[in-house]
Protein backbone atom coordinates (compact mmCIF):
# COMPACT_ATOMS: atom_id res chain seq x y z
CA UNK A 1 0.00 0.00 0.00
CA UNK A 2 1.07 3.56 -0.72
CA UNK A 3 2.06 5.82 2.18
CA UNK A 4 3.46 8.75 3.81
CA UNK A 5 6.33 8.62 6.14
CA UNK A 6 8.14 11.11 8.20
CA UNK A 7 11.10 10.56 10.30
CA UNK A 8 12.51 10.84 12.68
CA UNK A 9 8.95 10.65 15.16
CA UNK A 10 10.81 12.54 18.10
CA UNK A 11 13.86 14.40 17.91
CA UNK A 12 15.45 16.58 20.56
CA UNK A 13 17.75 19.68 19.29
CA UNK A 14 19.93 21.93 20.62
CA UNK A 15 19.60 25.87 19.85
CA UNK A 16 21.37 27.00 17.09
CA UNK A 17 21.89 23.71 14.83
CA UNK A 18 20.66 22.61 11.84
CA UNK A 19 17.64 20.24 11.49
CA UNK A 20 16.29 18.36 8.94
CA UNK A 21 13.08 16.78 9.19
CA UNK A 22 12.42 13.82 6.75
CA UNK A 23 9.34 13.44 4.21
CA UNK A 24 8.66 10.37 1.81
CA UNK A 25 5.70 9.22 -0.21
CA UNK A 26 4.83 6.33 -2.30
CA UNK A 27 1.50 8.01 -3.85
CA UNK A 28 3.75 9.47 -6.60
CA UNK A 29 1.87 12.57 -5.42
CA UNK A 30 2.61 15.55 -7.17
CA UNK A 31 2.00 17.84 -4.40
CA UNK A 32 3.87 17.96 -0.69
CA UNK A 33 3.19 20.00 2.20
CA UNK A 34 5.09 20.95 5.82
CA UNK A 35 2.95 22.17 8.58
CA UNK A 36 3.69 22.77 11.90
CA UNK A 37 1.09 22.63 14.99
CA UNK A 38 0.97 24.08 18.29
CA UNK A 39 -1.35 24.38 20.98
CA UNK A 40 -3.64 27.02 20.48
CA UNK A 41 -2.51 27.69 16.32
CA UNK A 42 -3.78 24.52 14.81
CA UNK A 43 -2.21 23.95 11.76
CA UNK A 44 -0.26 25.91 9.48
CA UNK A 45 1.79 26.12 6.33
CA UNK A 46 5.32 26.22 6.25
CA UNK A 47 6.72 25.43 2.94
CA UNK A 48 4.61 23.35 -0.41
CA UNK A 49 6.08 21.93 -3.34
CA UNK A 50 3.70 20.82 -6.76
CA UNK A 51 6.51 19.12 -7.96
CA UNK A 52 10.05 18.43 -8.58
CA UNK A 53 12.32 22.00 -8.46
CA UNK A 54 9.50 23.52 -7.52
CA UNK A 55 9.19 25.06 -4.23
CA UNK A 56 6.82 27.60 -2.57
CA UNK A 57 6.67 29.97 1.20
CA UNK A 58 3.75 29.16 3.01
CA UNK A 59 1.86 31.08 5.85
CA UNK A 60 5.12 30.42 8.55
CA UNK A 61 8.42 29.87 6.19
CA UNK A 62 10.78 32.07 8.40
CA UNK A 63 13.43 29.82 9.40
CA UNK A 64 12.63 27.08 7.10
CA UNK A 65 13.68 25.55 3.67
CA UNK A 66 12.82 22.64 1.31
CA UNK A 67 13.89 20.97 -1.54
CA UNK A 68 12.46 18.84 -4.09
CA UNK A 69 15.05 16.88 -6.29
CA UNK A 70 12.46 13.71 -6.85
CA UNK A 71 8.63 13.23 -6.65
CA UNK A 72 8.77 10.94 -3.16
CA UNK A 73 11.18 13.20 -0.99
CA UNK A 74 10.53 16.56 0.55
CA UNK A 75 12.55 16.88 3.53
CA UNK A 76 12.24 20.43 5.58
CA UNK A 77 15.10 21.88 7.06
CA UNK A 78 15.58 24.24 9.86
CA UNK A 79 18.85 26.64 9.57
CA UNK A 80 19.62 27.80 12.98
CA UNK A 81 17.02 25.92 15.39
CA UNK A 82 15.06 28.24 18.12
CA UNK A 83 13.28 27.55 20.66
CA UNK A 84 10.07 28.90 18.38
CA UNK A 85 10.58 26.35 16.92
CA UNK A 86 9.21 23.44 19.18
CA UNK A 87 6.62 22.12 17.76
CA UNK A 88 5.31 19.06 15.84
CA UNK A 89 5.36 18.74 12.25
CA UNK A 90 3.28 17.39 9.77
CA UNK A 91 4.06 16.19 5.93
CA UNK A 92 1.33 15.54 4.13
CA UNK A 93 0.95 15.11 -0.13
CA UNK A 94 -1.72 15.21 -2.32
CA UNK A 95 -2.16 14.54 -6.31
CA UNK A 96 -2.47 17.24 -8.77
CA UNK A 97 -6.23 18.25 -8.09
CA UNK A 98 -5.59 18.42 -4.09
CA UNK A 99 -9.06 16.19 -3.29
CA UNK A 100 -7.46 14.30 -0.97
CA UNK A 101 -4.44 14.90 1.27
CA UNK A 102 -2.67 11.96 3.27
CA UNK A 103 -0.96 12.91 6.00
CA UNK A 104 2.37 11.75 7.82
CA UNK A 105 2.45 10.70 11.70
CA UNK A 106 4.22 13.45 12.43
CA UNK A 107 7.56 14.80 13.78
CA UNK A 108 7.76 16.02 17.62
CA UNK A 109 10.48 18.68 17.89
CA UNK A 110 12.16 19.92 20.83
CA UNK A 111 14.23 22.73 20.41
CA UNK A 112 16.25 23.02 23.89
CA UNK B 1 -9.41 31.74 0.99
CA UNK B 2 -13.44 31.44 2.47
CA UNK B 3 -13.42 31.30 5.47
CA UNK B 4 -15.50 28.52 7.42
CA UNK B 5 -16.91 28.81 11.31
CA UNK B 6 -17.59 26.03 13.44
CA UNK B 7 -18.73 25.42 17.09
CA UNK B 8 -15.51 24.75 18.85
CA UNK B 9 -17.18 21.56 20.87
CA UNK B 10 -19.72 19.09 20.21
CA UNK B 11 -20.19 16.21 22.58
CA UNK B 12 -22.02 12.85 21.27
CA UNK B 13 -23.59 9.72 22.71
CA UNK B 14 -21.88 6.54 21.61
CA UNK B 15 -24.00 4.55 18.69
CA UNK B 16 -25.71 7.75 17.63
CA UNK B 17 -25.73 9.97 15.22
CA UNK B 18 -23.37 13.14 14.95
CA UNK B 19 -23.85 16.17 12.87
CA UNK B 20 -21.05 18.39 13.04
CA UNK B 21 -22.25 21.55 11.35
CA UNK B 22 -20.02 24.14 9.06
CA UNK B 23 -20.76 27.81 7.80
CA UNK B 24 -19.81 29.02 4.94
CA UNK B 25 -21.42 32.30 4.24
CA UNK B 26 -18.64 33.87 1.59
CA UNK B 27 -18.16 30.41 -0.17
CA UNK B 28 -17.48 30.92 -4.32
CA UNK B 29 -18.73 29.04 -6.54
CA UNK B 30 -15.75 26.98 -7.23
CA UNK B 31 -15.01 25.98 -3.50
CA UNK B 32 -14.83 22.25 -2.62
CA UNK B 33 -15.90 21.83 1.10
CA UNK B 34 -13.70 19.30 2.49
CA UNK B 35 -13.93 17.67 5.83
CA UNK B 36 -10.84 16.50 7.50
CA UNK B 37 -10.37 15.05 11.12
CA UNK B 38 -7.03 14.36 13.17
CA UNK B 39 -7.47 11.63 15.89
CA UNK B 40 -5.05 12.18 19.34
CA UNK B 41 -1.60 12.00 18.39
CA UNK B 42 -2.03 11.25 15.56
CA UNK B 43 -2.22 13.65 11.59
CA UNK B 44 -5.55 14.89 10.11
CA UNK B 45 -7.67 12.29 8.00
CA UNK B 46 -9.14 12.82 4.70
CA UNK B 47 -13.27 12.58 5.89
CA UNK B 48 -14.90 13.23 2.38
CA UNK B 49 -15.48 16.69 0.42
CA UNK B 50 -18.12 18.17 -2.19
CA UNK B 51 -19.02 20.58 -4.26
CA UNK B 52 -22.85 21.07 -4.75
CA UNK B 53 -24.39 17.81 -4.37
CA UNK B 54 -24.55 15.76 -1.08
CA UNK B 55 -21.74 13.08 -0.63
CA UNK B 56 -21.35 9.32 0.83
CA UNK B 57 -18.57 7.24 1.80
CA UNK B 58 -17.76 4.76 4.12
CA UNK B 59 -17.06 7.32 6.90
CA UNK B 60 -19.95 10.15 6.99
CA UNK B 61 -22.29 11.70 4.78
CA UNK B 62 -21.65 15.45 3.85
CA UNK B 63 -24.98 17.70 3.59
CA UNK B 64 -24.08 20.43 1.39
CA UNK B 65 -27.24 23.00 1.63
CA UNK B 66 -28.60 24.78 -1.64
CA UNK B 67 -27.12 28.01 -0.89
CA UNK B 68 -24.13 26.35 -0.19
CA UNK B 69 -23.46 28.40 2.71
CA UNK B 70 -23.33 25.57 5.29
CA UNK B 71 -22.68 22.08 5.35
CA UNK B 72 -23.19 19.10 7.75
CA UNK B 73 -20.86 16.26 8.55
CA UNK B 74 -22.99 13.26 9.57
CA UNK B 75 -21.43 10.22 11.47
CA UNK B 76 -24.18 7.95 11.41
CA UNK B 77 -23.26 6.00 14.39
CA UNK B 78 -20.28 7.21 16.29
CA UNK B 79 -18.39 5.11 18.16
CA UNK B 80 -15.35 6.18 20.73
CA UNK B 81 -12.94 6.05 17.86
CA UNK B 82 -14.50 8.68 16.27
CA UNK B 83 -13.52 10.94 18.74
CA UNK B 84 -11.10 13.90 17.15
CA UNK B 85 -10.93 17.08 16.06
CA UNK B 86 -12.67 17.96 12.55
CA UNK B 87 -12.24 20.56 10.57
CA UNK B 88 -14.39 21.90 7.62
CA UNK B 89 -12.27 23.52 4.66
CA UNK B 90 -13.03 24.99 1.82
CA UNK B 91 -10.74 25.06 -1.22
CA UNK B 92 -11.07 26.41 -5.04
CA UNK B 93 -11.01 24.16 -7.20
CA UNK B 94 -10.54 25.97 -10.36
CA UNK B 95 -7.89 25.47 -12.78
CA UNK B 96 -4.79 26.91 -11.15
CA UNK B 97 -5.36 27.65 -8.29
CA UNK B 98 -3.78 26.33 -4.72
CA UNK B 99 -3.63 23.10 -4.08
CA UNK B 100 -2.97 23.33 -0.50
CA UNK B 101 -5.79 23.51 2.96
CA UNK B 102 -6.00 26.23 5.07
CA UNK B 103 -6.73 24.39 8.55
CA UNK B 104 -8.59 26.74 11.05
CA UNK B 105 -9.57 25.71 15.13
CA UNK B 106 -12.07 23.01 13.82
CA UNK B 107 -14.66 21.19 16.39
CA UNK B 108 -13.41 19.10 19.58
CA UNK B 109 -16.11 15.88 18.97
CA UNK B 110 -16.10 13.57 22.77
CA UNK B 111 -18.12 10.44 22.21
CA UNK B 112 -19.37 9.67 25.69
CA UNK B 113 -19.72 5.53 25.84
Known amino acids: DAEITQSPRHKITETGRQVTLACHQT?????MFWYRQDLGHGLRLIHYSYGVQDTNKGEVSDGYSVSRSNTEDLPLTLESAASSQTSVYFC???????????FGQGTRLTVV | DAKTTQPNSMESNEEEPVHLPCNHS???????IHWYRQLPSQGPEYVIHGLTSNVNNRMASLAIAEDRKSSTLILHRATLRDAAVYYC??????????????FGSGTQLTVLP
Open chain 2, 89 to 102: ILRDGSSGSARQLT
Open chain 2, 26 to 32: TISGTDY
Open chain 1, 92 to 102: ASSDSTGMRAF
Open chain 1, 27 to 31: WNHNN
